[in-house]
């Protein structure tokens, strides 16, 4: 079962925005200028590293919306594994359309693409362990909900996706409140029934102090895998263990191991490389 | 004199929309819950690393936004070199409306910063040499006018904004309309009188015959700087030469002393890290 | 503390479109032909009957957009009680846009006003038991934001904002896949660590099977206070237990002394009264 | 004859709206959780208590934008009369997509009714009569459109759409204009040959008074039947008559057979209750 | 007393969309380049044709829009005669943005001008006669609300705002339905009370047809003066007679002279030309 | 080959604007109530004066937003001559919509049509010559990129569409500065390497100065053709030369005949009349 559907109508006005923004005042001049409006072409949308694909709803809706003639077919679905050389969609219709809409399409396809892969990195680190990895607010402004669906087509889970839909209690919060247990008291009083607390926590002594208060989870920041079990220990199932703090594809297993329930890496949003993919005109 | 500013009507709806991606349909529950409204805070942006700060309005935007009551004092302009530690920027106002507007502020600031440290990067490396860094179309979708900027404040120079403001013939374009000079004579006919005309070339071969065609630059993608040293040579001055692929810091100066005009890089825009910058609390 | 906060970038689009939506295309005729341009007025927002104000922030907001020279001083702040009579809000400015704005400014008070006042029936006919009152996603489509806003003025607490920050299997989920465990079980797979799991059910047995998978909530739909407190005993404390299902004034005292943590009502946000609230003109 | 049509063009950005609003940043993560993407459904839209439906438009496009493959067939038209159990339309497609759209479409769907159901409350208890029930600019911000929409599908008719589109002169204008003589002497100098003149009196001396101007519309406010009966009188036709203040299934018989041509009430669409309209799965 | 205001509110999106139409997505790089910052400038905006002003409230908005340190001080106001040198306003602030905002601000001030200056003529030439000058829905798409305004400015009346705010049955109306009774009678049963309703006749004996059902207004079209004398006496008064065809400052006094109350013209709100407005640096 | 394609997505959001611009809150009430909602229609757009026309997806489109229903079929292309009589496209469908689509339509086609037949009178008088005619920024507001396809449809070049994609340096720009070599040095040095630099001189001694920098265009104002004959003389193939000023049919072919390149008019897309195209039932 699919746990990565997102309907047009949520993508939509990000692509709308995106053809406007490259169509400028006068549309694609080059296409005009050189290409003639009946010619056909047939094109293929293809891996040029390895990696996990993510976005073709993009993809697919930069294309229609540019001219409807155009038609995209799936090779693959998004969160499959790719070799270089891999077909991830064939692409039919007016040449002129296909050539407008390409960067457009790519740059949905090779940003979400590239989140995915990061995260699909890290997954596989710690696929050995119990832990998951998640993902920040760290976003690119604008993206949010698209990098969150990479985020997932990854493997990963998601995180918060605003101020709105959890409370996070951080280290200003706290100094500001004037302590955790006022925060977490004033937390608890403004909270929904469906709205969980996690509070930040940077020592054990922090972390004996939050847990006295009963958050649904715990940010262990930049703890020590050594610390992170000894944290672990102490939660005793009580709360979600969160770690965070200089998670990459080498330092993850020793952090997942250490117990905690989730890793959790602002990179992956803010700074995945774009995987590179490529579109080849077949004829 | 500046060349860097962008007029905030520009940059508003970006910014407006960032915000209430972030807010949501409930405002940030964790400041509200958390903090007394009347709590004043005095805060500072500073670097974590070193690079080039870029966009300064976009984060005095977001915390205004938020709060007209907060003030952002810059303490260094956009385009300024970075090194760990450096005071950004001041901000004074009510602690809520910074701890939320906090992120997308950051969010801005360290993708705009890290494309600016990026392209500086790249800029000092070929300093020795007339050449120039540039940026490509590969942008993130919905940010391309903020990404160019920041690559103006990195000190390199903007290539096309759109499909619209310049024609540049692409291999694709060559192959479907059926050779170089009929893609050349079609651009000449179409373009505007103040459109200029660049044509992409892989061999010396090609770039034989796009010059018989008088482009106004000729874009020589993936060639060696001995390659790109002749294709100098055989330009001659005549047009504008501009070297693309595999643009990094190692490899930037060797193709610069070829004598090329500009360096085209899209990881500039597309997959460069954001700058670590913070905001630390000061009382 | 007031957890009541929206900052005015949540609340301006709704007040803008509304102001266009009622000065359509040629503004307010009325006003422009019959009041001369310099006319001074001042005049309060009087409550005409007992009750709870919410909305004042939308309020300010209209008059400011119409003319920024208009001023509104609140008397009182959003949740505080209404007796007939009593002075809300104190505007001084132009005659001409204090009556362009008025319309505006009261059918957003009225509205939220009279959510606001529903609830804290609900809330102080509850008030000796430990339950509190929530609103479901029932809402005026375009102003979820706005309502449940309004229900937290009214002493109320909130429930899902949206379809994205929570997930409650109801019914209709249940049925279609296949039952109460396989329904929980593909919840628990993609539930983000941050996001509960609440679900329906309409008998005790349904309750028993829910209770084995563990939910963090469960929705005790249209059952007697009988029923709902042996449903009470038989979820332990191990969830929150949510009661709906004819709520009002006169059948939620004997819900709430069941024990359920919490009612819930759909009514509140789509089908209140508006609080008459009123213009006077004070010279 | 329809007079009741709205081009989807109009409804469409409220729609959308909606279902933005409540999918947020992730989607229906319930339904995609829980659901398998190919189950497919057939539903029915059901009457759960007497009334009017209204906003079928808006029920088919949630759906649609929702999913393009969800068909909704109607099995009656807005405007038609409402039983318990009554089918309004059935609705095919995938499971996934009805379960996502059901709330927003039932939002509209519940909240235009209501408004229709207690228009024809009114319009039928005033048949006898000549006389018509109208509405107000009372409405629910950023809905005026189709809540004035429902009250024609209920057999009432149109009033003021904003403030653009007639004029209304009322009893502050007159104030502070300095008195009737003036303000109709003002109103009649600006208005367009195709906009009407209505003033609003609260005695029969500025009945008299008005009347010596030749308005087009006369709101008698809150005014006994007796008094009315003599108002009419008075205007002999030379005016319509509108009768305002207390208008519900009770008092509209008396105040309507006072020979008054209109009767209007805010009510309608600020208060209206919405109407129980329920969403069946068959299969 | 002015009848002709617009809140900034219905005026700042066509301007806002102005300038970002302009600027596009670098801004203006000719002042950025060549422009200091610190730079100030006082200038005028001065007429260089006879005519009528309107516009300064959008002139204002765009200049402010830019900066908001540019000061714009009306010297006349919208509706006021020009003579070629008068000095319509002073301008003054940093010099880069007053030459950004330039072209934005006399767009809309030289297009507004010359829509008041089109009606101007033709109000002057017909105001020995009870009749006005009056616009028709043959507007500029996107810009009916501003130029409906500027025939205000120039002394003229407007006519409908958009299909939904009058009646006005047409020619292919009639034919459609089968005849101007069949017509009028459907138009009276769906009229609102503050709905007036105007037909078209081509000729005498469909004048007679319509007058027969009771029309507020009717559009007498392409009738020579003997005709529309002849016109004007069978409705004796009996409602508004409106002229339309052919308009222009040579014909319309011995039309107006036939005893019409209104004339219509597509072409000032269609194809008035630009009124000539400078923008003169002083220093 | 077409050079004027403008993709729908390009178009759409101003017809969309234009349609709920007219459509307004009520939509057409006219043809709601007199036209029955099943009655289909055959119409034609027709030419009624000599031009050429521009617009026809613009027309396409209205008709589709109003009722998908309808079919526009085109009997030419965009760029056409047309004759009184001339049929341009067909359109059938239901004869409601195509009532209510009628007037944006043809707003839309007349104004586009008018400029494209304004620019095709110039295009036309210097045939003979080597010249071509452009336009300039002085658009109407929010239509410059239909504007400018309108020019290109009427055989004319296109100029800047903002002022971000080109440089273009003019006497104010020159005084502010300090004269032209500052200007063009500064011009030079931020100017990316596809962006061309024009720069306005008003006399030959001026031309003299701005070509020692290099400029790529010159723009000659209001000269006399022997001036002109002169400035290109001193030019001699180093720049594009443009000429403005006072170009109108009569005054072209002289100006042309001088060796400029360019002759650039503002009222081309400002002061244009509508080309009078209608709109005929067949039956």
């Known amino acids: 079962m699919s746990l990565l559907s997102l309907p047009d109508i949520m993508i939509e006005p990000a692509v709308r925005a995106a053809l406007r923004e490259d169509l400028g005042r006068a549309g694609d001049v080059t296409s005009d200028a050189v290409i003639p409006p009946a010619m056909q072409a047939r094109v293929a949308l293809v891996a040029r590293e390895p990696g996990v694909v993510a976005g073709l709803d993009f993809a697919r809706l930069a294309f229609r919306l ?3 003639q155009i038609r995209l077919t799936p090779r693959l679905e998004d969160g499959a594994r790719l070799q270089p050389g891999d077909n991830i969609a064939d692409i ?3 040449a002129r359309g296909i050539l407008t809409g390409e960067r457009v399409a790519l740059n949905f396809l090779g940003h979400l693409s590239g989140i995915a892969s990061a995260t699909r990195g890290i997954a596989d680190a710690i696929a050995h362990t119990g832990a998951r ?8 402004p604008g993206l949010r909900f698209a990098e969150k669906y990479a985020v997932r087509a990854g493997g990963g889970a998601n995180h918060r996706f605003g101020l709105d839909d959890a409370i996070l209690i951080k280290d200003n919060h706290i100094a500001i409140a004037g302590g955790v247990g006022v925060a ?12 969980k607390i996690e509070i930040e926590v940077d020592t054990l002594a ?4 939050a847990l006295a208060h009963g958050p649904d989870a715990i940010l262990l920041d930049n703890m020590t895998p050594e610390t992170l079990r000894e944290a672990v ?4 199932g009580r709360a979600i263990a969160e770690a965070s703090g200089r998670i990459n594809a080498e ?24 995987l ?6 077949l004829d």
Chains 1, 2, 3, 4, 5, 6 share one sequence.
Do not use: N, Y
């Open 66 to 68: 540019v001219d409807p």
């Open 92 to 94: 039919e219709g007016p």
């Open 206 to 209: 922090q972390l004996d102090e």
């Open 233 to 236: 220990r102490r939660i005793g």
């Open 276 to 281: 590179d993919i490529g579109l080849d005109f």
């Open 133 to 140: 990895i998640t993902c920040t607010r760290k976003t690119t």
């Open 251 to 274: 330092t993850a297993p020793a952090i997942a191991e250490s117990g905690v329930d989730l890793l959790s890496a602002g990179w992956l949003t803010h700074s995945a490389r774009v």
């Open 184 to 195: 977490m008291a004033r937390a608890r009083a403004a909270a929904g029934h469906l709205v």
